[in-house]
C-alpha cells in the first residue's frame, strides 16, 4: 500500500485553510484493487473533531506535467494594488490606513494600517466584479508585509472572502507566513480554484494575522490578483 499527500497545512478553528497537491503522477503495478481519497492529521497522537468542505480531484491539463510546471500570472486584476496612484478610495477600511513613502517593498508608495479593530480587519478591496467577470477559475493572489516597527513578528495571511447565494461565507488564504518589522515578507498562492455557488454577492481581499488575539499595525505593499495560466 502507498499513499500520495496534500500540503501539510497548519489548521485553525476560525477560518478554512486549503491542502492540495498538484501535478502529482498517481501509478500502481498490476490490477488497481483499492483506492481512497480521506483527511487526517499529521500528529498521529491526536483525533480531533474537523470541517472539511470542497474535496477535489481531478486530472491535469497536460498528461506530461510535473511538479516542475509553473504557473504564469495573466494581467493584474487589482485596482491601485501597489499603491503608485495616491488613491485608497478602492481600500475600503474600518481602521486607521494611510499611504506612505518611508517604507515600500518596491515603487514610492505602500499603505499603512493602523488602530485595527480585530486580527482579521485592515483595509479591503471589493472585488465582486472582478471575479463575475473572470469567473469561476484558478487564480493566484497574494501580497508583501511588514510589522510596525517595534512589533514582535506574528503570523500573518491574505484572505479572499466569499459570499454567495448558494453557501455560506468561505475563504481563501495565501500562505500563512511569518511577518517581522524589518523586512517585508511575501505571502502567496499560486492556482488556487476560487469557487462559489448560486449568484457571487460579495468578495474582498485584504490581510489578517493568524493570531486571533492581537491586531498589530502593519505594512502592506503590492497586492495582486491574476489569473493562473500554465
Do not use: C, H
Not at 500570472?73 to 478602492?90: D, I, T, V
Not at 474600518?94 to 479593530?117: A, C, H, P, W, Y
Request: glycine residues 4%.
Amino acid at each position: 500500500m502507498k499513499w500520495s499527500t496534500g500540503n501539510a497545512v497548519k489548521i485553525t478553528d476560525a477560518i478554512f485553510t486549503e491542502s492540495l497537491a498538484n501535478n502529482i503522477n498517481i501509478s500502481w503495478k498490476g490490477t488497481l484493487t483499492k483506492a481512497l481519497i480521506y483527511v487526517q492529521n499529521v500528529d498521529d497522537k491526536i483525533k480531533s473533531n474537523f470541517f472539511v468542505d470542497d474535496f477535489s480531484l481531478s486530472k491535469v491539463i497536460d498528461p506530461n506535467a510535473d511538479a516542475s510546471v509553473k504557473y504564469k500570472a495573466g494581467p493584474e486584476l487589482l485596482l491601485n494594488p501597489g499603491f503608485e496612484e495616491k488613491n485608497l478610495s478602492m481600500w475600503v477600511s474600518d481602521n486607521e490606513s494611510s499611504l506612505i513613502s518611508t517604507i515600500k517593498n518596491s515603487g514610492k508608495f505602500s499603505m499603512s494600517v493602523n488602530k485595527r479593530q480585530n486580527y482579521y480587519t485592515s483595509s479591503r478591496q471589493n472585488i465582486t466584479n472582478i471575479l463575475n467577470n473572470g469567473g469561476q477559475t484558478t487564480y493566484n493572489f497574494g501580497a508583501f508585509l511588514r510589522l510596525a516597527s517595534g512589533l514582535k513578528p506574528t503570523k500573518m495571511y491574505v484572505v479572499i472572502s466569499i459570499e454567495s447565494s448558494g453557501e455560506k461565507v468561505k475563504w481563501y488564504t495565501s500562505a500563512n507566513v511569518l511577518v517581522n518589522d524589518k523586512t517585508f515578507t511575501s505571502s502567496t498562492i499560486d492556482n488556487i480554484n476560487i469557487t462559489w455557488k448560486g449568484n457571487l454577492l460579495n468578495a474582498l481581499i485584504y490581510a489578517q494575522n493568524e493570531d486571533q488575539k492581537i491586531s498589530p499595525d502593519f505594512i502592506v505593499d503590492d497586492y495582486s490578483l491574476t489569473k493562473a495560466i500554465v
